[in-house]
């Protein structure tokens, strides 16, 4: 039998992908709060094992976007478009309310600040790379981390889980064999991690990426 914390991911996530925010991953909030500064915590209800899901997206988000901008939907806010789309399709459907919750935005500042990139690794969904971009096995580094939604129920149990290092040290090594390579090795910019995550595809060490993910 499903436990409670499964069906209400599954019923958030029907909601939220259509829209384009494709990347919910559940955690328990303990795991989370376990490996941050005081200052980044997440809200658990006084229970630590709460349930957490951590919303992102890829590219898919923006046709849906862009229709609702072009349908001049209610809730979208000129200066902020993306961010209060994102609000207006994550805030409805947690209503109506069956259980608690809270939410914190990735453009939230401090006291309410997440580390988001932490969490995308420490919920599974991304690996956080030396480069500091959170880079996902299917989509690459090309993902947003937009949301952390927080319910009043029983997250799932156990350790956390370990994200798929999409980056093979064999690509790395080839890489340093390029001249010039070790530079792009050792940078840590975004993209010294494309080459990456490119020169992994090519050593067919990577889920293949469309072109303009590592382009
Ligand atoms: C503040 C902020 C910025 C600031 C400062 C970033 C910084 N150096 O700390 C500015 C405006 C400069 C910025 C720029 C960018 N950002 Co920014 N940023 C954030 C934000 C809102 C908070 C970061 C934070 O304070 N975390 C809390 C602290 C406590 O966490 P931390 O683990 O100690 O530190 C993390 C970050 O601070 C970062 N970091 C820390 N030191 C350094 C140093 C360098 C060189 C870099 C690149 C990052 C970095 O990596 C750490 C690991 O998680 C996050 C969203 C979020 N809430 O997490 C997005 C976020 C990290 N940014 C993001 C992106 C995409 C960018 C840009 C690439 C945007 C762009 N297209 O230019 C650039 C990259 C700039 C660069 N030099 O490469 C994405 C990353 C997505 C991913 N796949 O990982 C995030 C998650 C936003 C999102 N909605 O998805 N950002």
């Known amino acids: 039998m499903r436990s409670s914390w499964q069906s209400v991911v599954e019923d958030l996530r029907a909601r939220w992908i259509p829209a384009g925010l494709d990347l919910a991953q559940p955690f328990q ?16 209800f006084g229970r630590s094992s709460a349930l957490g899901i951590r919303v992102g997206k ?8 862009l229709d609702a901008w072009r349908e001049n939907r209610p809730g979208l806010d000129e200066r902020h478009p993306l961010e209060s789309y994102v609000e207006a399709t994550v805030l409805p459907a947690l209503e109506p309310p069956s259980h608690r919750s809270e939410v914190r935005w990735a453009q939230d500042p401090p006291p309410r600040r997440v580390a988001m990139q932490r969490l995308a690794h420490i919920s599974g969904l991304a690996y956080l790379s030396q480069s500091h971009l ?3 096995a299917t989509y690459g580094p ?9 319910i009043d129920i ?9 994200p798929p290092n999409p980056l093979s040290p064999v690509p790395i090594a080839r890489a340093a064999e390029v001249p010039g390579g070790d530079r792009h090795v050792r940078s840590d910019t975004a ?15 990577h889920p293949p990426l469309g072109p303009d993910l590592v382009r």
Do not use: K
């Open 134 to 136: 959170s880079v996902h």
């Open 29 to 44: 909030v303990a795991w989370y709060n376990c490996a941050v500064a005081d200052a980044c915590r997440l809200p658990d």
């Open 191 to 205: 993209r010294s991690h494309r080459d990456r995550a490119a020169l992994a595809v090519l050593a067919g060490q």
């Open 142 to 150: 090309r993902i947003a981390l937009r949301v952390a939604v927080e």
């Open 154 to 162: 029983e997250g799932p149990s156990g350790p956390p889980p370990e």
């Open 58 to 65: 890829t590219r898919a988000i923006w046709p849906r976007f």
